[in-house]
Structure formats: structure tokens, C-alpha cells
């Protein structure tokens, strides 16, 4: 079975964070690359996103924001941490 989608659009308003906070995450690595996924549409080509994955990960960020710094979020959300059930 195919993962449902999110576009970044309806990402972005149901979290109600910003484009640049998004692409800041993913710069950090809290974002994973291989979940900005491009697909072209009837209005060209638009980003997606693995919903439940991103909803997820987004809402945990949200969370912990305020008490880690992005590099103690990028460590947590690593692929190497020890601490893989936050993903």
C-alpha cells in the first residue's frame, strides 16, 4: 500500500509553521531529504510529504523546541542515536 501524501502547502497551514522553518529544519537534518518528495502536478511541480511520517516529526520538534537546541534535535533525530523512537 502506497503512504499517503501531504503537500507542503496543506503541511505547512495544518502545523502553522513557516516555509522557512521547515527548510531550516531540513538543513539541520531534523527533516530527512528522502521525505521531500517532488512530484509534477496540473500547476507544475510541487513537494510533498509522507503524512503520517512528517505530522509526526513535526509535532515532536514542536515539543521539544523550546527545551533542546537544533543540534540536540538533529543528534535525537539522527539515524545513529540510540534514541531512534523519537522518528
Known amino acids: 500500500m502506497d503512504e499517503e501524501l501531504i503537500a507542503k502547502k496543506d503541511l505547512l497551514e495544518k502545523t502553522a509553521i513557516s516555509y522557512g522553518q521547515l527548510y531550516r529544519w531540513k538543513r539541520k537534518n531534523l527533516i530527512p531529504e528522502e521525505w521531500f518528495i517532488r512530484k509534477a502536478t ?4 510541487e513537494t510533498f510529504f509522507p ?3 512528517i505530522l509526526k516529526r513535526i509535532d515532536k520538534i514542536k ?3 523550546d527545551t533542546l537546541s537544533l543540534d540536540e534535535l538533529a543528534d535525537l533525530f ?3 542515536s540510540a534514541k531512534k523512537k523519537w522518528s
Open 51 to 53: 503524512k503520517e511520517k
Open 63 to 65: 515539543q521539544l523546541k
Open 42 to 45: 496540473f500547476t507544475g511541480q
Open 78 to 80: 539522527s539515524p545513529q
